[in-house]
């Protein structure tokens, strides 16, 4: 069984247990719906900072402790 992580999610501390994240989820976690853009980072592990974007279809991304996910809708972009 996973332990449950702290990740933020536009700004709302969130209690997530599995090792991964898609896309569909950050943005249900948001409360959004649609396609907005998803940003990410973790916090520094060493020399090291996992950052980066999301879009519907991609790869799971590998959740760490404390990493921040922002999604919002940018309009036209």
């Known amino acids: 069984m996973s332990e449950n992580v702290k990740i933020t999610v536009n700004g709302e501390l969130v209690d997530f247990a599995p090792v991964t994240i898609t896309y569909e989820e950050v943005v249900a976690l948001a409360g ?29 991304v590998l959740v760490a402790d404390a990493m921040v996910f922002n999604a919002i809708h940018t309009g036209a972009a």
């Open 32 to 60: 959004l719906t649609g396609t907005p853009s998803v940003a990410y980072c973790s916090k520094r592990d060493g020399d090291t900072r996992r950052s980066g974007t999301m879009y519907m279809g991609c790869p799971p």
